[in-house]
């Protein structure tokens, strides 16, 4: 399903989604889009495919750990330091 598509970008930076692509990802009229920058270039996504992008980034990963474990290497060196 990877297939490029252009938008031309016209004045005032609007840009026009093609309706094939706007079809293929059931985006209606008045849909909010997200834009994510990265480092690799920009992300457009509604919410829900913005949410289900994380959740499959997230996937099997424990980040209250993770997190628990950053706060614990912080307050070690906050302790050593004092």
Do not use: C, N, Y
Not at 14 to 30: D, F, I, K, Y
Not at 33 to 57: H, Y
């Amino acid at each position: 399903m990877d297939t490029t598509f252009v938008a031309p970008m016209g004045d005032r930076g609007r840009l026009v989604v093609p309706a094939e692509l706007r079809s293929r990802q059931h985006w209606e009229q008045g849909v909010p889009l997200l834009m994510i920058e990265t480092a690799g270039g920009v992300i457009l996504v509604t919410r829900e495919q913005a949410k289900a992008l994380v959740r499959s980034q997230l996937e099997g990963k424990d980040v209250l750990e993770s997190l628990l474990a950053e706060r614990r290497a912080a307050a070690s060196s906050e302790d050593a330091a004092a």
